[in-house]
């Protein structure tokens, strides 16, 4: 892995319920401005908040919940047919306020964190997404300023194929289209366009309305090629 790994145990984790094995990776941004804020809220057990991995804008990642437990970073959402986040996954935190991009280090060490962990656990790229993805009502990280399409060219996520932002999709078909990739619809097209934007068409995440039909078209293609679950684990 590049970079240094640091043990730096949180005491905020639990069993994985009904034998759970992780099959998801959530990534997140911390929101906060330094990496030894972030690390006392991640480690104070009255915040009751953790993860398994910390990575800071240098490229050091701290390792804070063994892979085995749940550490508590998601929260309330699904994705697919998964409702219990946090017993499925892995979740990683990069040091970012949100509003800035994210460093070429920092970067660098996610690539190799997540080689590492989709490797050792067969993880597919379709199987790592944002915590805006399976919290849309509620979260917006890792935000607009994370470079998807950069894990996507490293094979560790999924991007809609070129030739689909040229197509003229089906607007009305987006919210089933979004459905069959893995968002949860039922918090409402708002938000789950607000989602599907910030991840994959950032410069139009804030426009609001309704989906266009490039939006609709990189939907389409997104449940097409990577439909949810598939593959995934069934514990």
């Known amino acids: 892995m590049a970079g240094r790994l640091i043990r730096h145990p949180s005491p905020n984790y639990g069993a994985r319920r009904g034998g759970a094995s992780p099959d998801l990776v959530v990534l997140h941004y911390t929101g906060m401005a330094n990496a030894g804020a972030a690390l006392a809220r991640l480690c104070e057990p009255s915040a009751a908040v953790s993860a ?6 240098t490229g ?10 749940r550490a508590w970073h998601a929260g309330a959402g699904r994705w697919g047919r998964v409702d219990d986040v946090n017993s499925r996954s892995i979740g990683i935190e990069l040091v970012n306020t949100g509003a800035h991009p994210f460093p070429a280090p920092q970067m660098a060490a ?11 656990r067969s993880i597919p790229p379709a199987r ?12 917006s990280d890792p935000g607009a300023r994370f470079d998807w399409g950069a894990l996507a060219r490293a094979g560790l996520a999924v991007w809609p194929a ?3 932002g040229g197509r003229c999709g089906d607007p009305a078909r987006f919210a089933t ?3 069959a990739f893995g968002y949860d619809t039922s918090v409402g097209s708002t938000w789950i366009l607000r989602a599907f934007r910030l991840r994959f068409r950032p410069w139009a995440a804030a426009r609001g309305g309704a989906p266009d039909a490039v939006d609709a078209a ?3 293609d997104l449940a097409r090629r990577f439909p949810v679950d598939q593959g995934a684990a069934t514990a």
């Not at 398994?52 to 804008?57: G, M, N, Q, S, W």
């Not at 996610?110 to 050792?120: I, K, P, Q, S």
């Not at 790592?128 to 009502?137: N, Q, T």
């Open 177 to 179: 289209d979004a459905a």
């Open 110 to 120: 996610l690539e190799a964190l997540l080689y590492d962990v989709m490797t050792r």
């Open 60 to 69: 050091t990642t701290f390792q804070l919940v063994e892979e085995a437990e």
């Open 128 to 139: 790592v997404i944002g915590h805006s993805d399976m919290a849309p009502a509620r979260k």
């Open 218 to 220: 990189l939907a389409a």
């Open 52 to 57: 398994h991995y910390l990575v800071d804008e």
């Open 162 to 164: 070129a030739e689909a």
